[in-house]
C-alpha cells in the first residue's frame, strides 16, 4: 500500500512533520467542521467562534462549548492517535502539530504537540489574560469570572483572531526543515495551517496526505492515501516497526 519512495523515507533520521485536522478524530467520535455531519452545517460560526459573538451573547458560547467539552472529556484516543504516539517514539526529530482543540493526541501519549488553535479544556480571562486549568474555578456563574472580574472564555483561537505566536512560528520553522510532511484529517482550507504543507514541500519535503476525500491539498502531495486515518496510519506505523 506504501509507496518505496515513502518506504525508504521510513527511517529514525528522518526529519518528520505531522499536521492534523479534525478529521483525525472523526473515528473517536468527535464530529468534524466541514462536509455533511460537520459542525458549521448546524451552527453558524459567526454566532458561537468570533470574540464578537462572545460579547453579545457570552452564556450560549460558554453553553456551546461546555456541550463540545462534555463531548470530548467522554471519547477515546483512536489508533490513528497512537500510531502518531509510536512515530514519535520512532522518529528522531518529529513535530506533531494539530488544529485540533481536543486533547485526543495528548490522552494517546504524544509528549511533544503544537496546538495551533488552542485547548478547548483551558480558559482565559478577557481582561487580564491569566489562564485556567480546567476545573479551576468554582464560581457557578455563566461564564465564571476571574478574580479579578473579568469574563472566562475558553482558550480555543476563534475567527478573526491571532494564532499563538509560538506555536505558529514553530510550526512554520519545523515544516520548512523537514523531509517528510503529513497531512492528516485536514480539509487544508483554513489558514495559516493549511499554508504549513505548502512550505514543507517548497523546502523539499516529500508530502503526504490522508484524508476520507480529496481536498485543496492533494495535487501538490507526492502521496495521497484516500481512507481513514485510523486504518492507515496503523500501516504505516506497521511498516516503521518492521523497519
Ligand atoms: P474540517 O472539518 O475542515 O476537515 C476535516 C477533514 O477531515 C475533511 O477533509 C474530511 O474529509 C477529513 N476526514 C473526516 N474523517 C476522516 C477520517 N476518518 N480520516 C481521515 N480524514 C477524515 O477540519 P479542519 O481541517 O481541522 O478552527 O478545520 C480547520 C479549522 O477550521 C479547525 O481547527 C477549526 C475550524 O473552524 C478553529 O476552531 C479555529
Known sequence: MLSQALKSLLRPDKRVVVLTGAGI???????TFRGEDGLWKKFKPEELATFDAFIS?????????EYRRKLISEVKPNPAHHS???MEDFFEDFHLITQNVDGLHQKAGSKKVIELHGNIKRNKCIKCGREFEELEFSS???PPKCTCGGMLRPDVVWFGEMLPAQAINEAFKVSSLCDIFFSIGTSAIVYPAAHLPVVAKQGGAYLVEINIERTELSNLADEVFLGKAGEILPEIAKVIREA
Open 84 to 86: 502518531l504516539v509510536k
Open 57 to 65: 451573547n457570552p452564556q450560549l458560547v460558554w453553553e456551546w462549548y
Open 140 to 142: 457557578k456563574e455563566i
Open 25 to 31: 478524530s472523526t473515528e473517536s467520535g468527535v464530529p
